[in-house]
């Protein structure tokens, strides 16, 4: 099972790479239910895999201008305490409860990728900081992140965008910084508790990093509308799968039913240019999902 997780961790990587995000939405299932690991060792390995994958990822966006450093070392750095507090408090929370936790993530991540992003009217860099609304949206973002194991990218995106005025390219760059930072902040956080198996971590964590490379060469080829609508709607299957195992069979049968018809409906509905459904997956803009 343990090469089996590190083979499907290269598709977690090209994912990544593809989307720019969502490494953890596809990591905690993956470490929890392939290669058999406990919850809470689940969610600090995936920060540890997220956190890595995330700072090579900001290293190309860095050489191409994309990360605005002030803002996002800022919004970081509070993310970090956010996180740590988190993965500390985790230890006092069960580990089904934070998998269910986990799992209404998910969810909000597949609704956001859905949706699309919305175009965001930015004056410049050079407008002034918003200094205690990107700490306080950072501490929150952050302990999210360090309770749960995601990374929050599809909340610090629009948060930069609107909050530090970021166009949505350099929002994107320097959300990978912001979301390297707390990983690593959270997964500190969890070693104080929590035994992760580092051989283990570091060979998904490799896997994951090779695919995010090749991912990064992919997106040309792909439709990334397409692409981050078709992952939108597998978060919430799995999302099901999750509900299913750590609540009840019931409750993950009527998840999954809920978004086979979601699905369908809203498939049926494209072919109709004044059906509601189309306002919920209409794209805004065709940058990627960060999650």
Not at 72 to 82: I, K, N, R, S
Not at 96 to 105: D, K, Y
Not at 130 to 144: R, T
Not at 256 to 284: E, F, M, N
Request: positive net charge; charged residues 10%; proline residues 4%.
């Amino acid at each position: 099972m343990i090469a089996l997780s590190i083979g499907l961790a290269v598709f977690v990587g090209i994912a990544l790479g593809l989307l720019g995000g969502g490494g953890s939405i596809l990591t905690v299932p993956l470490l929890a239910y392939v290669a058999g690991m406990e919850a809470k060792q689940a969610i600090a390995t995936s920060l540890l895999v997220v956190g890595v994958t995330s700072a090579v990822g900001a290293i190309s966006h860095a050489r191409a201008g994309r990360v605005q450093w002030r803002t996002g070392l800022v919004f970081g750095g509070a993310g970090m305490v956010g996180a740590y507090a988190g993965g500390f408090l985790a230890r006092f929370i069960p580990g089904t409860v934070l998998l269910i936790g986990f799992a209404v993530m998910m969810i909000a991540t597949a609704v956001a990728m859905l949706r699309g992003r919305k175009n965001v009217e930015t004056t410049g860099r050079n407008q002034r900081l918003p200094v205690p609304k990107i700490i306080a949206e950072g501490l929150v973002v952050g302990l999210v992140t360090g309770l749960v194991g995601a990374g929050g990218g599809f909340l610090v995106v629009p948060a930069l965008a609107l909050l530090g005025g970021l166009p949505m390219p350099v929002a994107v760059g320097t959300s990978l910084i912001v979301i390297a930072m707390k990983s690593f902040a959270g997964l500190g956080g969890y070693l104080s508790s929590v035994a992760i198996d580092w051989p283990v971590a570091l060979a998904v964590t490799g896997a994951a990093v090779v695919g995010a490379l090749a991912g990064a060469r992919l997106t040309s080829m792909v439709n990334p509308d397409s692409l981050r609508k078709a992952f939108g709607w597998f978060v919430l299957a799995m999302s099901s799968v999750i509900l299913g195992q750590e609540i009840h069979l019931g409750v993950g049968i009527a998840a999954a039913l809920i978004t086979a018809v979601a699905a369908l409906a809203t498939v049926a509905c494209s072919r109709y240019a004044r059906c509601p459904l189309r306002r919920l997956t209409r794209t805004h803009t065709s940058g990627p999902a960060t999650a």
